[in-house]
DNA sequence: CTCCTTGGTCTCCAATATAGACCAAGTCTC
DNA sequence: GAGACTTGGTCTATATTGGAGACCAAGGAG
């Protein structure tokens, strides 16, 4: 356990970047990161390799065609993720990691198999705490 | 690698949840966690421990008193975050990990540290992007 | 000749986030 | 003892973002 002072002083050797503040370039691509989309696309691609735009889009459920579109763009400008056009008719459009996304897809997948397995349990403490909390 | 099919028959025992379909209760949970405050803020008592509204809210640099109220509100009423108010005056409230939230916050913090360790290289490539489409 | 397909884009409207004012109840200052 | 300050919120008004659905080009199928 670290004290942010500590954090901020300096965690060895020139990483000078700190998601925690708000002006950093590190935040602000953990900012396009976290978000519903981008991770389930990431871990998608994870899970079941590469994928083309309309299998995204069922696999991905729910998930509209611009904001794939847009999150996709996000992460291939963030070298995240490759797009691959094969020009037939109709376009076939294939997605899939680059080293860079494949590391962090590594990182994610856990946190969805961990979501799907501790949803029960968080189920319960929802339960709880509204039966606490009446009003509302 | 698994295919989709496979995953949805049955990744073993009773396990029917799956984050990528819309409906499941996972899904939703996933949502509430998939979300930048929310992530920021488990990192944080993740790795700096215990911390009372106002140290969360200058730690968590930029988030709005709305938002980082809500997030909370919603991390405890999952049974992430356990709220303990001090009846003092002015009032002390101190929020801390309950163990789902420990657990997940393990897996969030290494993806907090690898978004540190990554961004110069995302720059990078989105520099490369950038410049192959000078348009938008 | 018409319809269907893919991988988008564009527009319009609804939902959500942010900024900032406001609040209660003690405590410190003068 | 009047006034200012503190914390942990809430409420409102405005800005930003998300989703629904129309539209499009270039073939191929019937």
Redesign the interface.
Known sequence: ????EQ?QAGAGQA?E??????LC???A???D????WS??IL??LG???PQRFSELQR????VSRKMLTQSLRTL?????VRRTVHPETPPRVVYDLLP?GR??AG??V???R?????????????E???RAHPDA
């Open positions: 356990m670290t004290t942010r954090s990483q970047l700190d998601v925690f503040a708000q370039p590190s935040r691509m953990l900012a990161l976290a978000d519903k991770m389930l871990m998608s899970e079941f390799g696999g991905v459920d729910g291939e400008r963030n070298g995240l860079l590391e962090l990182l994610l856990p946190v969805g961990w979501t799907q397995e501790r949803t029960a349990q968080m189920l319960v403490a929802r709880a705490f509204d």
